[in-house]
């Protein structure tokens, strides 16, 4: 693993595996309990960025010193007190405008998530692909201890968790478990804390061994079904699947199996296949 650097942020920890195909970035605050303040934001912006334009498969978001994220940094919330709606909204659109770039980025997103993950924390996890979750984590949104309602959080945790039990974490504040956040459709897997760092490794090397080009593309594929009806999205689907059934990537995979040899993926893109 190679450590980089992205814009000399001091609030990010990067890595990069050596095939360039993982990025790790930790959130490096962990005397505000790895909050997450503009910094942050434009650090984690910037890896998905990366992650887009070389041949990253996958990425991993987790906190340092064993806390994955507090949530919003408050003291630089609190510098808006007077200032006006438009001053709230550009404090708030930076966590807004992260998690739509999770959605749309074509890595794997992995959230690690270890102690704490509240508020926009858990927001931030529940906008990633798939989220490991230590059986020491605790999740909860407790905005509503100090008036406040997880807003923007809300929208990635309500299309995750089952909608009753979501509504009540969001309305109370309540901090759960592990075992309870995964009950409820929050996490991929809960593993003991002991093991945790192995089994993140083997979900990282199942993941980047996929093809680059079915990563992107289902990922696509997945999202944007998600809102459709059932008719439209067997259309969508199908054309999806012819799509990628013709890319390069898909034809060494075929050929490979039939070989009985392993696909050595290249491409991202449908490449010559787009005309």
Partial sequence: MTETNIDGNEDLTVTVSDDELVIRAVIDRPEQHNAMNENVLEGLSAVLAAADAGPARVVVIRGAAGTFSSGGDLKSIASNVGKGPQAYRNSFSGLAELMEQLIDTGALVVAAVEGYCLAGGMGLAAACDLVLASDDATFGTPEANIGMFPSQALVPIMRTVHEKQGFKLLFTGEHIDAAK??????????????????????????????????????????????????????????ESIALLAMSDATEEGINAFLLDEQPEWTERSLDNNDD
Wanted: glycine share 6%; charged share 30%; no cysteine.
């Fill in 181 to 238: 956040a995964h009950e409820i459709g929050l996490t991929t897997d809960v593993v003991p804390s002991d093991e945790f760092e192995a089994e993140l490794d083997d979900l990282i090397d199942d993941l980047a061994a996929s093809s680059p080009v079915m990563i992107e593309m289902g990922k696509e594929s997945f999202y944007n079904q998600r809102d459709m009806g059932f008719h439209e999205a067997l259309s969508y689907m199908r």
